[in-house]
């Protein structure tokens, strides 16, 4: 008998105390998640006064919790007229390069209060069967977000597909243009490993880089091999500025973004107007994935999927320095016209 109520005893302990620990951890991390997402002061004395793209951050502490439901779709007809929620037209756009690190970038960039993330690549104006279902099919593919947030969206094609600066322009000449590059060779090299990868999945066989990035009747560049191509920035840059100015455009330092995150993404709230928000509480440098790691909370945090930091095989030197050699004067053009220098060789 006595045996019996030390057990039940025992049990009812059990319960209780994995009640409270889970409590404890609830409030830790909602504590967690509001001390960094309220505005610590009001936010007009704090920033100044607010010129019209500023965004006030009104209500934002709910970011992780309840908005999170309505980005997954959840949102009931009242909860999307309490709130004021609506799916709102991207502010600003990813537009490229392709294995810059635009995945990165986004999900770093989702981490401040004031920005929502379009999750999927929607391939809107690249996409001739996209853009004719119209730009209500564009809106209606954006997260819920209140009013005062901005939504953004990248696909990496934008950059390279010869259509798509007029076609955003038609939509919005003033939008904000994110391009994030990486040294153009590294990034060629990455954008064959990927396709490699592919193949491989596939069962398929694949030519060596060296094969590709050559032509093996001159011994020059192969331009006419993608990878090389879409390295070549200023090119593509210059389609874009017959539709915007310079000013719109923001260039990220993809190469900079992987070891040293914060810095690069405080340019890109300032660029966007945004107060800063994004701290190096929010990134952690896990060592077994080699990369930053985004942090919300004590305990949400993620990594990039296993498809971003993939091992590039070996390419052999000469031909790394002749691609090197071939993208310098493009290079060179690129930081005049941007005013941003990289150390690239
Ligand atoms: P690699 O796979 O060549 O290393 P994109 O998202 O445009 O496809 O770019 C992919 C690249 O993002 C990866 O290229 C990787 O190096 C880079 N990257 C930058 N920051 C990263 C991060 N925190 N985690 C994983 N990959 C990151």
Redesign the pocket.
Known sequence: MLFKQQVLLRQKLFVLGSLAIGSLLYLVARVGSLDRLQPLCPIDGRFGPRSQDEIPLRALQFKRGLLHEFRKGNATKEQIRLHNLAQQLPKAIIIG?????????LE?LNLHPAVVKASQEIHFFDNDENYAKGIEWYRKKMPFSYPHQITIEKS?AYFITEEVPERIYKMNSSIKLLI?V?EPT?RA??DY??VLEGKERKNKTYYKFEKLAIDPNTCEVNTKYKAVRTSIYTKHLERWLKYFPIEQFHIVD?DR??TE?LPELQLVEKFLNLPPRISQYNLYFNAT?G???LRFNIVFNK??AG????I?PEVDTSVITKLRKFFHPFNQKFYQITGRTFNWP
């Open positions: 390069v392709r294995k810059g690190g635009t995945r990165a970038l770093m990496p994030i990486r590294t090299i990455s490993t990927q993809g973004l992987i995150p994935r990369f930053y790691c990594c990039l498809s971003k930091g993939r590039h």
